[in-house]
């Protein structure tokens, strides 16, 4: 089987004057209610604010709590304790922003489509935006990965936040799309991912954007270095089935004859295939602890994004 599945062509010419982005108040409002619900659960989670509740007297005192088995007795509030009569600890805020890296796949095969409708590099730039827009407004820096063997990546000091740092951020991984494209180029995430870490990637949440073929090189190497750095959320965007007219290869560039786009033996063997990779590349992550989504289609994927990365903070 080749290396990359069937893609149908997109049409790049009825959207490249559109700018392809998510409904950011919308999302305001679905984060926010998330926040909201964060709040107030445990003194171990991230609040809505992404400033993590830390023990420790270096920090900024944020509340007092029960004290609990294995607390620092030198947090203990004594003065509140014989007042209260049981004792009660400091709890403490981290002054530290939270940064997160959104690493996105560019390469030539992300041009193909994963529907009648959408193009993979359309639910790939929904997917970053949204991504990056719900940490930003959860209060915490980020930046995005994207680009090929040329583009210089650091992974230590390229962090920002705001809507204009995002939206410069997608417009260059909008141009990425079209650079690889052009020149056929396979540079994909596991590259991305290898040059994050040979660039010293420390501790941060981190998602990654890619497809089948891109999310299937990744490998064990890469996922327990990712295990190693933080949380991580592979976000893999689907590729179109057999049984629809104009598909091509992208790679080649030339279109599949419809005799083998409506072949029902080799659609069934295609998929289940495919279902084999996804299969072993959810294992795998999983394992290694990370988070994996299949992205099939674009109804709702703002909202399915948000919540997944809420539900795995």
């Known amino acids: 089987m080749k290396k990359s599945f069937f893609k149908k062509k997109t049409t790049e010419n009825t959207i490249q004057n559109k700018k392809i982005r998510p409904n950011y108040e919308y999302l305001s409002t679905i984060i926010g209610k998330r926040i909201l619900q964060s709040r107030g659960k445990t003194a171990h989670v991230t609040d809505g604010a992404y400033t993590s509740v830390y023990k420790g007297q270096s920090m900024q005192m944020d509340d007092l709590r029960p004290y609990n088995a294995g607390d620092n007795i030198r947090d203990i509030d004594w003065k509140t304790s014989s007042r209260m009569g049981d004792l009660v600890v400091k709890n403490y805020v981290s002054e530290r922003r939270k940064k997160a890296l959104v690493i ?157 786009c409506f072949d029902n033996k080799l659609r069934k063997k295609l998929n289940a295939k495919k279902q084999e990779f996804l299969n072993d590349i959810e294992s795998r992550v999983k394992h290694f602890g990370g988070n994996f989504v299949l992205i099939k289609d674009i109804q709702n994927i703002s909202e399915r994004i948000v919540e997944n990365l809420w539900k795995y903070q």
């Open 104 to 260: 996105a796949d560019a390469s030539c095969y992300m041009s193909g489509m994963m529907s009648v409708k959408y193009s993979k590099k359309h639910a790939a730039i929904i997917t970053c935006a949204t991504a990056a827009f719900s940490y930003e407004k959860a209060g915490a820096d980020f930046q995005i990965i994207t680009g090929d063997e040329h583009t210089i990546i650091n992974v230590s000091t390229g962090y920002k936040n705001g809507p204009a740092f995002l939206e410069e951020s997608l417009c260059n991984y909008e141009k990425c799309f079209s650079k690889n494209l052009d020149n056929k180029n396979e540079y994909d995430v596991s590259k991305l991912v290898e040059s994050c870490f040979s660039n010293g990637l420390s501790k941060t949440d981190i998602v990654i954007i890619s497809d089948i073929y891109g999310c299937r090189n990744i490998t064990d190497k890469h996922l327990k270095q990712l295990c190693e750095a933080g949380k991580y959320t592979f976000f893999c965007i689907d590729d179109i089935e057999l049984g629809q007219s104009l598909i091509y290869d992208v790679k080649k560039g030339s279109k599949i004859e419809d005799f083998f």
